[in-house]
């Protein structure tokens, strides 16, 4: 973002050992919720996440 050069497999690496360390901390570990909607919005708009959501939200119901 600031013009610098990232190599790609360091970024992967770096990004991967956080999220292990979020997930393996003792306090507050970043977990899903047993009850939660997960939506893959890697390949989808913002309006398609939102309607993504909603459906979930109204299957739910």
């Not at 909607?37 to 959501?53: E, G, P, Q, W, Y």
């Amino acid at each position: 973002g600031r013009g610098e050069k990232v190599d790609y497999s360091s970024l992967k690496r770096d990004l991967l050992g956080r999220d292990r360390q979020d997930r393996e901390r003792a306090v507050a570990p970043l977990k899903v919720p047993e009850r939660a909607i997960i939506v893959d919005s890697t390949r989808l708009s913002i309006d398609a996440v939102v309607k993504a959501m909603l459906a979930a939200i109204r299957e739910q119901r």
